[in-house]
């Protein structure tokens, strides 16, 4: 197994470039709820929305699959037992205090609310971290029966990333699976939705991509780096959006092969971006300052952010009428979801002002 380099190793460098790039696509995760839920705007009236879905969450869970690889922890039972045991206080107790405040301040009835958002997938927009916890758990019993292995191995990864992917692609196959997105029984609710765990099918290998870049950190320097690449995927990922967002040329179990190709290149060039232009996203610069804090406060801002949409029918409506504004639609939520994140970011900042707030709110001691 390749060593971590330099890069990697130098914990300032990394979390420089990569704090911005998780702060960018924090926004972007922002910036689309803005539009869903500000504007009302419906993904395939938006010129923007359906874009941005191929890669928003994907990078999201990348980046938590690249830095949940640690090469010189030692894995014994009471490590797993530790770790475990942080990631539950820090993602569930967050998760359900504001997801029932959410559903006191946003909805007409509270009961009503709990009981309607508890049923669905998406939990309200609170899914997120009860799936990154799932993939965590899945994970460090992963690492841990790895541990016992004895010897390092590229095997069990690329076995578990291949089931991921299996799994992944049963989500999109209604016709043969029954909790397939998109198909609907008589009574939709499943244990699947109920849980969150058709979620975690449709996102878990992105996790185990960024955690398998990170692993062979060396390999993958060298793969992005060289000539061919680059181009090789711009040129295969153009073909693969288009075909998702305008020419829908496969149809039946092959129609999510090009999303699914897009998605992770999409990602993928959103990484090398940044990673390529690390100077410009340092601390010395605006941006890269900017864009680092908002990095280091996504748990705070996805969290808060739900409470602060704007509800702006009337745009929506204006883009209905108005198509292919790409440019307009997207700056528009963005600015918007800048307001938001500021807000949110106040709001952390006077709830952080209490230690136990600080501890149990945000995870941090």
């Not at 016992?148 to 990333?161: A, E, M, V, Y």
């Not at 196959?173 to 499943?190: I, M, N, Q, S």
């Not at 940044?274 to 406060?297: E, N, V």
């Not at 949409?309 to 600015?335: C, E, R």
Request: proline share 4%; hydrophobic share 50%.
């Amino acid at each position: 197994m390749d060593s971590i380099n330099t890069e990697i190793t130098n914990k300032k460098e990394r979390m420089e470039w990569l704090d911005a790039m998780r702060g960018f696509t924090m926004i972007l995760v922002v910036a689309y709820h803005v539009a869903q839920m500000g504007f009302l705007q419906p993904v395939k009236q938006s010129s923007s929305m359906s874009f941005l879905m191929l890669f928003r969450m994907p990078l999201f869970f990348f980046v938590s699959g690249f830095l949940a690889y640690k090469a010189s922890l030692t894995w014994k039972f009471e490590t797993f037992l530790s770790l475990l045991g942080k990631k539950i206080r820090i993602q569930i107790i967050p998760t359900v205090v504001f997801f029932l405040f959410s559903c006191a301040a946003l909805y007409p009835k509270f009961w009503p609310a709990v009981e309607s958002n508890l049923q669905s997938p998406t939990k309200g927009g609170y899914w997120f971290t009860i799936v990154l916890l799932y993939m965590f758990v899945l994970y460090y019993v992963f690492c841990y029966l790895e541990s016992k292995i004895g010897r390092k191995s590229w095997i069990p990864i690329t076995l578990f990333f291949i089931l991921s992917l299996v799994a992944y692609e049963t989500c999109y196959l209604p016709k043969l699976c029954w909790w397939a997105d998109g198909y609907r029984l008589k009574e939709p609710t499943t244990l699947l939705d109920d849980t969150s765990l058709i979620q975690l099918m449709k996102y878990m290998p992105f996790f185990l991509f960024g955690n398998i870049v990170r692993r062979y950190w060396n390999v993958a320097q060298r793969i992005m780096d060289s000539k061919w690449f680059f181009p090789i995927i711009v040129t295969l990922v153009i073909f693969c959006t288009m075909d998702v967002l305008k020419w829908h040329t496969l149809r039946m179990a092959w129609a999510n092969l090009p999303s699914t190709l897009a998605k992770f290149i999409l990602l993928t060039i959103t990484f090398m971006y940044f990673r390529h232009y690390a100077p410009y996203f340092s601390k010395m610069t605006f941006i890269g300052s900017s864009l680092q804090y908002i990095g280091r406060r996504t748990l705070d801002i996805y969290l808060i952010h739900f409470l602060f949409l704007p509800n702006l029918p009337a745009v929506g409506a204006f883009f209905k009428l108005n198509k292919h504004n790409f440019a307009i639609d997207l700056t528009l939520s963005v600015l918007i979801a800048l307001v938001v994140i500021a807000f949110c970011i106040i709001t952390s900042n006077i709830l952080r002002i209490s230690p136990i707030f600080r501890k149990y709110l945000f995870g941090r001691g």
